[in-house]
């Protein structure tokens, strides 16, 4: 695929998602009266929302990066599996901590 064709995907999916996405956010004039005094604001949750997207996305795209080339090397040198597994399971760990912390960030500016 090409990476022309690859941005169009993107970009279709990207503006599939928003349009689907704002009919959620429907609701009578009497119930936006309610919530706005209650301090509520609902581009919070899409602004968590589209955070905690883009953080697994990274950290997707990170850790596949980081088991490659693992394996990668693995592959060229099977006797050096012991050196290798190891600090690729906690480059993978800390990756991974990075979208939890990604979630807290979220949850806090949803409920803060």
Same mark, same amino acid.
């Given at each position: 695929?090409?990476?022309?064709?690859?941005? @169009?995907?993107?970009?279709?999916?990207? #503006? !599939?998602? %928003?349009?689907? /996405?704002?009919?959620?956010?429907?609701?009578?004039?009497? +119930?936006?009266?309610?919530?706005?005094?209650?301090?509520?604001?609902?581009?919070?949750?899409? @602004?968590?929302?589209?955070?905690?997207? #883009? !953080?697994? %996305?990274?950290? /997707?795209?990170?850790?596949?990066?980081?088991?490659?080339? +693992?394996?990668?090397?693995?592959?060229?040198?099977?006797?050096?599996?012991?050196?290798?597994?190891?600090?690729?399971?906690?480059?993978?760990?800390?990756?991974?901590?990075?979208?939890?912390?990604?979630?807290?960030?979220?949850?806090? +500016?949803?409920?803060?």
């Amino acid at each position: 695929m090409t990476s022309s064709k690859k941005l @169009a995907l993107f970009a279709t999916s990207l #503006f !599939a998602m %928003l349009l689907v /996405g704002s009919v959620a956010f429907a609701q009578d004039p009497a +119930a936006a009266a309610e919530a706005a005094k209650a301090g509520v604001d609902p581009m919070r949750f899409v @602004a968590a929302g589209i955070a905690i997207g #883009f !953080a697994a %996305l990274g950290c /997707g795209i990170g850790q596949g990066r980081a088991a490659a080339g +693992a394996l990668e090397g693995i592959s060229r040198n099977p006797g050096a599996y012991s050196k290798i597994f190891t600090p690729m399971i906690i480059a993978l760990a800390l990756i991974e901590s990075l979208s939890i912390y990604a979630l807290l960030v979220a949850l806090l +500016a949803m409920f803060l």
